[in-house]
């Protein structure tokens, strides 16, 4: 059993910046990969960002160039730096935990609101 804790998320104007943090505790083996995903009211839950075990990333085009995506392999901890933010990016943004036999976990969300 996987848990992820997030935090981070909050209200910042147009043009600024957050971090996210994602803790995750119970799997002494690693993940697979691990990733953030973004879901707007009344839409589908979208990929942001993902990192793989070997530290290969892919990332959303709408983000690409303004989100980075990290992982703290010694503190357990994901990361994801996002700047020059934009009233589309607001979201409540979910952690995920993929394992190896291709399982995942999610965190509860972290809302992220920008103003305009």
């Known amino acids: 059993q996987v848990q992820l804790v997030e935090s981070g998320g909050g209200l910042v104007q147009a043009g600024g910046s957050l971090r996210l943090s994602c803790v995750y505790f119970?799997?002494?083996?690693?993940?697979?990969?691990m990733g953030w995903y973004r879901q707007a009211p009344g839409k589908q839950r979208e990929l942001v960002a993902r990192?793989?075990?070997?530290?290969?990333?892919n990332y959303a085009d709408s983000v690409r160039g303004r989100f980075t995506i990290s992982r703290d392999n010694a503190k357990n901890t994901l990361y994801l730096q996002m700047n020059s933010l934009k009233p589309e990016d607001t979201a409540v943004y979910y952690c995920?935990?993929?394992?190896?036999?291709?399982?995942?976990?999610w965190g509860q969300g972290t809302q992220v609101t920008v103003s305009s």
């Open positions: 990192v793989f075990g070997v530290g290969n990333t």
């Open positions: 119970g799997n002494i083996f690693g993940p697979d990969s």
């Open positions: 995920n935990f993929r394992t190896r036999a291709q399982y995942d976990y």
